[in-house]
């Protein structure tokens, strides 16, 4: 059920001496007349609301149409929603900078060929390159001279390193 009010007729709504001549199904505007004799339109979709201008006096000529533009600018629809397209590029900046962050910060791990005298071995929780020697029964120093670059204190898991054949 929808609410009423004793504030919902024309008289406590519209202005002294404008009142509503006219409704366009087409467009969905609502035609008003002041009291000079001007006439007045709703923004489609809006019994009330902001009116816009349509022309300055009513003329005795029938055969003048009433709805004839006037010589005032028009605000386009991309004026009318210039706050809310600045509102939404600042959201879609933030997204795309949070996006940025959170994908800078992952780790990529280039893929590591093995030469043809060694063999890959995928690093697990807990390893060292000592345990990794040890492990396969190379020499600690041909693990490190086969995997140049290679921070033993950094071992990340799930990596590949190359482990020398014996």
């Given at each position: 059920m929808s609410r009423w009010s004793q504030y919902d007729t024309d008289d406590e709504r519209l202005p002294d001496g404008m009142q509503r001549i006219g409704y366009d199904a087409d467009t969905q505007t609502y035609s008003f007349r002041d009291a000079d004799g001007s006439l007045w339109e709703s923004a489609p979709g809006n019994q009330y609301g902001q009116l816009h201008r349509v022309s300055s006096t009513l003329r005795d000529d029938a055969t003048e149409s009433p709805h004839?533009?006037?010589?005032?600018?028009?605000?386009?629809?991309?004026?009318?929603?210039?706050?809310?397209?600045?509102?939404?590029?600042?959201?879609?900046?933030?997204?795309?900078?949070?996006?940025?962050?959170?994908?800078?910060?992952?780790?990529?791990?280039?893929?590591?060929?093995?030469?043809?005298?060694?063999?890959?071995?995928?690093?697990?929780?807990?390893?060292?390159?000592?345990a990794i020697a040890e492990e396969r029964g190379v020499p600690l120093e041909s693990l490190l001279q086969q995997n140049q670059g290679l921070d033993c204190d950094k071992l990340a898991v799930g990596s590949i390193v190359c482990i020398p054949k014996v």
């Open positions: 004839v533009a006037s010589d005032e600018p028009t605000t386009s629809w991309r004026h009318d929603m210039m706050p809310l397209l600045n509102w939404f590029l600042l959201v879609g900046l933030f997204l795309l900078f949070i996006l940025w962050f959170i994908g800078g910060t992952t780790k990529r791990v280039n893929a590591t060929i093995c030469p043809d005298h060694s063999s890959p071995y995928k690093i697990r929780s807990g390893d060292s390159c000592w």
